[in-house]
């Protein structure tokens, strides 16, 4: 089947405009992740999802970042006034059991290549 | 707070050569430790899963070890190959709910030259 899916590729905004990227994981998984990875650096975990509600949060750098996932498949990152720091590849990963399995592997989608002007 | 360092940053070896990938982490608590490993401007695709009682994983030439009394995990693989060419991560998965619940190395960036 398909695997992880994450639009747009690319997204170039300028400083102070509102963003949204999706994700559509793997069709039944119930876990999904974001993280955020900047050059040369691994990705950074922002927050994950256990069906519909968000299990952990503790990534998410400040009020400007919030996450949804209403139907417990698809899940928009959303970030409020950008600022330049923003700038960095999101990825998105999903996982059949999240923690309730600990032999549970995520599977990444490509990214979102986020530019802030 | 969990703390994942990866060594070598960069690597690059011959054609054939076997070769070891080092990751270290800072609170034992885990729940499992992951490989990845990442083309460039790709996703990551995960490559050995070790689980928490667990102290290897094999698939094909990759063998990734854990110790976790001594936070520690190996990748060997062996004969490399130039398509080996990439950056490898290893993330921890805590268990500790107030803290980040996935933390990645850096990275170690193998370069094999044919």
């Known amino acids: 089947g398909a695997g992880v899916s994450q639009t747009p590729s690319n997204k170039v905004t300028e400083k102070g405009k509102y963003v949204e990227l999706r994700c559509d994981p793997i069709?039944?998984?119930?876990?999904l992740y974001w993280y955020r990875q900047s050059l040369g650096q691994g990705p950074e975990f922002l927050i994950y999802?256990?069906?519909?509600?968000?299990?952990?949060d503790s990534g998410l750098p400040n009020d400007r970042f919030f996450a949804v996932r209403p139907e417990g498949s698809v899940s928009t990152l959303k970030i409020q006034r950008t600022e330049r720091g923003d700038s960095a590849v999101y990825l998105c990963?999903?996982?059949?059991?999240?923690?309730?399995?600990?032999?549970?592997?995520?599977?990444f989608g490509p990214g979102t290549r986020l530019t802030v002007l | 707070k969990q703390e994942v360092t990866q060594i070598p940053a960069a690597l690059s070896v011959p054609e054939g050569e076997n070769l070891v990938l080092n990751c270290s982490f800072t609170?034992?608590?885990?729940?499992?430790l992951q490989w990845f490993r990442q083309d460039p401007g790709k996703g990551l695709t995960s490559l050995l899963l070790?689980?928490?009682?667990?102290r290897e994983q094999t698939s094909g030439r990759l063998n990734a070890s854990l110790d976790k009394s001594s936070g520690r995990s190996t990748l060997y693989i062996a004969a490399s190959q130039p398509g080996d060419s990439a950056t490898y991560l290893c993330?921890?998965?805590?268990?500790?709910?107030?803290?980040?619940?996935?933390?990645f190395g850096p990275g170690t960036s193998l370069s094999v030259i044919p």
């Open positions: 070790i689980q928490s009682s667990q």
């Open positions: 999802f256990q069906g519909t509600g968000a299990a952990d």
């Open positions: 993330a921890v998965m805590n268990l500790k709910t107030s803290y980040d619940k996935v933390i």
């Open positions: 069709s039944g998984h119930t876990a």
């Open positions: 990963a999903s996982s059949l059991l999240g923690l309730a399995g600990d032999t549970d592997t995520q599977y």
């Open positions: 609170d034992s608590a885990i729940y499992n």
